[in-house]
């Protein structure tokens, strides 16, 4: 079974930027999907970023151009770096693995973006 734990969470303020990393277990990491989902308080989780095992991505209009996804196969994770930051981008980050059996969360780490 996969596990995945998100690190890199924090205060920041508006227009800085920080880098969140998913580490997962096992030894397949490089054959599924990976990506990125938020919460905010109060509102459904909503999709934030995705990486391919092809290294290909895809991101949601509202991080488009000041978020990358990237991924470390040998390391068996995957990087968030969050650019420009704007008090919006406030919420709770889970990372997310998209295997044979279904989806798998992390925990979650806390982003607060003060303005």
């Known amino acids: 079974q996969v596990q995945l734990v998100e690190s890199g969470g924090g205060l920041v303020q508006a227009g800085g930027s920080r880098r969140l990393s998913c580490a997962a277990s096992?030894?397949?990491?490089?054959?599924?999907?990976m990506g990125w989902f938020r919460q905010a308080p109060g509102k459904e989780r909503e999709f934030v970023a995705a990486?391919?095992?092809?290294?290909?991505?895809s991101y949601a209009d509202s991080v488009k151009g000041r978020f990358t996804l990237s991924r470390d196969n040998a390391k068996n994770t995957v990087f968030l770096f969050m650019n420009s930051l704007k008090p919006e981008d406030t919420a709770v980050y889970y990372c997310?693995?998209?295997?044979?059996?279904?989806?798998?969360w992390g925990q979650g780490t806390q982003v607060t973006v003060s303005s």
């Open positions: 096992g030894r397949t990491f490089s054959s599924y999907g």
């Open positions: 997310n693995a998209d295997l044979p059996k279904g989806r798998t």
């Open positions: 990486i391919r095992r092809s290294g290909s991505t």
